[in-house]
T-cell receptor, first 115, second 114 residues
Framework: DAKTTQPPSMDCAEGRAANLPCNHSTISGNEYVYWYRQIHSQGPQYIIHGLKNNETNEMASLIITEDRKSSTLILPHATLRDTAVYYCIVRVLLIDSSNTGKLIFGQGTTLQVKP | DAGVTQSPTHLIKTRGQQVTLRCSPISGHKSVSWYQQVLGQGPQFIFQYYEKEERGRGNFPDRFSARQFPNYSSELNVNALLLGDSALYLC?????????????FGDGTRLSIL
């Protein structure tokens, strides 16, 4: 499984966009990029995932570089409730008898949204 | 729709005891995975079950075991508890083992060993 590198912490002003970077330079062609977040005392919450195209949903946007070696999670208008640890994870595309599709979590980025 | 539910939410045990943690996946999800999260670290993979069979195991001792029932719910058992087993135990479910399906987590069982 590819490893990811994220900054340990970031601050963002409330109402501004939060841009969380992730480096995954060893990603394979059969691996997706997933983002989860974990608010204190809760389980990780799925945010978004993508393979090679940019993706957007009601929570966030995911920008993946053309070479797929890095990505950025964008929270367009951060609120205080977005304060959490954000995890960037790479995971195999197709889960079959040869793999479990397990998620390998790193230390993540602690995002602090400030008033 | 109900999310992944885990019980109990909190548990206190002493060293040497045994514990059973329970997980109910999202309706229609056939795959259940278990993770251990110690304070200050990201979750670590313990087991994955799919269609009632173990499909993967992380680097955990044999004191850890699990099973999945016909209704796809799951139990995690830990024997001979150690102080180091104190952690948040998370269960995650996904629809199947197909392409790109994300795992969805419950809020976990916080286990404290005295």
């Amino acid at each position: 499984d590819a490893k990811t590198t994220q900054p340990p912490s970031m601050d963002c002003a409330e109402g501004r966009a939060a841009n969380l970077p992730c480096n995954h330079s060893t990603i394979s062609g059969n691996e997706y990029v997933y983002w989860y977040r974990q608010i204190h005392s809760q389980g990780p919450q799925y945010i978004i995932h993508g393979l090679k195209n940019n993706e957007t949903n009601e929570m966030a946007s995911l920008i993946i570089t053309e070479d797929r070696k890095s990505s950025t999670l964008i929270l367009p208008h951060a609120t205080l409730r977005d304060t959490a640890v954000y995890y960037c994870i790479v995971r195999v595309l197709l889960i079959d008898s040869s793999n479990t599709g397990k998620l390998i979590f790193g230390q993540g980025t602690t995002l602090q949204v400030k008033p | 729709d109900a999310g992944v539910t885990q019980s109990p939410t909190h548990l206190i045990k002493t060293r040497g005891q045994q514990v059973t943690l329970r997980c109910s996946p999202i309706s229609g999800h056939k795959s259940v995975s278990w993770y251990q999260q110690v304070l200050g670290q990201g979750p670590q993979f313990i087991f994955q079950y799919y269609e009632k069979e173990e499909r993967g195991r992380g680097n955990f001792p044999d004191r850890f075991s699990a099973r999945q029932f016909p209704n796809y719910s799951s139990e995690l058992n830990v024997n001979a508890l150690l102080l180091g087993d104190s952690a948040l135990y998370l269960c995650a479910s996904s629809p199947d083992r197909g392409e790109g399906q994300p795992q969805h987590f419950g809020d976990g069982t916080r286990l404290s060993i005295l």
